[in-house]
Structures are given as structure tokens and as C-alpha cells.
């Protein structure tokens, strides 16, 4: 039985684009440019539970970076570390994919390097427009395609 869901995971994951599994902006936990890692901001990246966490410029459609937790544990809260700073120090760059990227195509581009978590966006009418943000997709999102079944987050 694990076999054909797989198979049918694999299909499936040939046919579809990163917009039809990614996690969608007003789902993703992000934090903004100008606040500092102190307590209170430490214990809300604790609850999230995630491991990468964007940070946006003064709209949440506007990502300029991430913050890995990870590289938060050396951090004091007494010290209240701004996130601007973090996020020059350990300088992770983001990478950004159109929603119509086909899953194959985003598994070949992880596996590249660069990152586990993309940025996904849609081109905008205009020429000059900036595209729209429409959310983020991981490494886990297109397993869990693959395999045709939700992974419980530990
Ligand atoms: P994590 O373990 O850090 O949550 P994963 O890459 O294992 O990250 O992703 C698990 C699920 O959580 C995926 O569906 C992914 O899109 C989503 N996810 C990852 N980071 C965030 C975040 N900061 N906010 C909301 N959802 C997220």
C-alpha cells in the first residue's frame, strides 16, 4: 500500500507547481526588520516551532531576508540583538522562485545548494512592478508530495 501512494505521490509531484504546495503568506510566522531579538521576541520564534523564520520590511509581502534559529542560540535577550544585525552577520540569502515553478524543477534547485526554503512569487501585470509574494516553500513540503503523506512536524 506504501508503494502505490508513493507511486501516486511521484505522478502527482511531476504534475504540480510550487503554488499548488506551498504554505501561504498569512500562514507563515515572520518577523519584522526593525524589532530586536529580545525576550518576548525570542519566546514567540520558540513557540513557532520553525527553524527558519522570514523577516519582512514594513509589509509582510516585502521579505528581505531569514533568520535561522539556529544561529539565534549563542544570542543573550538581555542583549537585544536587532535583527538587522543578525541578519547582515550571518548574511543567508533568500531564494526566490514563480509560483509556477514545477516541484521537479524546485527539488533540482535545492539540491543545489542555497537553501531548503524559497520564497514563491507571482509576476505582476507591469513591467516595472515588483512581483507579489504569495509564500514560501520547503524541502518538506515537496517530500511530503513525494511520499503522498503529511510529515507531523516533531
Ligand atoms: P520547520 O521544521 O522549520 O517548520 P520545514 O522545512 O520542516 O520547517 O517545514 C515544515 C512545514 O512548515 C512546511 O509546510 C513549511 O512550508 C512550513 N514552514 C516552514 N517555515 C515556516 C514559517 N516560518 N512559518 C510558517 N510555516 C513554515
Known sequence: ???????????????KTVGQVMTTLDDVFMLEASLSLNFEVMLLIFQSGHSRIPVYDKSR????GVLFTKDLILLDPEDSVPIKTVLLFFGRTVLLVFFDTT????LNIF???????AIVQKKKGGADENPETLGIVTLEDLIEEIIGQDIVDE
Not at 502505490?4 to 511531476?14: E, K, N, V
Not at 516541484?103 to 524546485?106: P, R, S
Request: without cysteine.
Open 111 to 117: 539540491r543545489q545548494g542555497g537553501g531548503h526554503m
Open 61 to 64: 509581502d516585502n521579505i528581505i
Open 103 to 106: 516541484l521537479n524543477k524546485m
Open 1 to 15: 500500500k506504501d508503494e502505490i501512494t508513493m507511486l501516486g505521490g511521484a505522478f502527482d509531484f511531476s504534475q
